[in-house]
């Protein structure tokens, strides 16, 4: 059983963040927008540049929009920038198989060319990616402050570390989860009751 989130008062809003490569057009985001929908809370799911510095001032801009006191999740490198926004605003987070130590994740992809399934984008990841992720990188984390949502069989992060750096979040584990979490719509109740909004369990269901 999980304890009972306890934020300091209803969050105004939610932000979601979404992962390395993606867009505010995946199925991840597209639930998170229906679920603020039915509870009636603002919600904002920007499309983040790949260069991580950028993302992050995006995201910092659109956090502003969502009053005093957000929530702001994130999936995958989301996660990472949730959990910076997060520490950096005294805010309350919900991550979802987040990355962990991200500049040692992206310098294996230095050199690597991607392409962005949602806006079709081409680039390139450089040295300065691995250089801004490590800048960016907080210190130390707040578990108290996140819910961490962990697949067991990740495929691309170790769920491991992730566990050990937020050791005392409230903690739910999706046995044989991979890493794109297919089942979220299962978990957006929790999600939102870490922002204290109760969402009625089935009110939002994953599209096949």
């Known amino acids: 059983m999980l304890s009972p989130a306890c934020p300091r008062v209803p969050t105004t809003g939610v932000l979601y963040l979404h992962g390395f490569n993606s867009g505010s057009a995946s199925p991840k985001a597209a639930l998170m927008r229906e679920a603020c929908v039915d509870l009636g809370l603002p919600c904002a799911t920007p499309d983040l540049p790949h260069r991580p510095d950028q993302a992050l001032d995006v995201a910092t801009a659109r956090l502003a929009e969502l009053g005093d006191y957000p929530l702001v999740v994130g ?16 805010l309350p987070g919900g991550l979802v ?32 990616h691995r250089r801004a992720l490590a800048a960016m990188t907080p210190e130390r984390v707040s578990p108290g402050r996140y819910l961490l949502l962990l697949g067991t069989a990740d495929e691309t992060l170790e769920a491991a570390e992730a566990f050990a750096l937020y050791q005392g979040a409230r903690t739910i584990l999706h046995p044989g989860g991979d890493h ?3 089942a979220l719509a299962d978990y957006l109740p929790a999600i939102l009751a870490q922002g204290g909004h109760a969402l009625a369990p089935g009110r939002v269901a994953a599209r096949g």
């Not at 999936?75 to 005294?90: I, Q």
Request: overall charge negative.
């Open 97 to 128: 198989n987040p990355a962990v130590a991200p500049g040692r994740l992206v310098a294996d992809w230095v050199g690597e060319a991607f392409v962005n399934p949602y806006s079709s984008e081409r680039f390139v990841v450089e040295e300065d």
């Open 75 to 90: 999936s995958s490198m989301g996660g990472f920038l949730a959990t910076v926004l997060a520490e950096r605003h005294d």
């Open 180 to 182: 794109g979490f297919s």
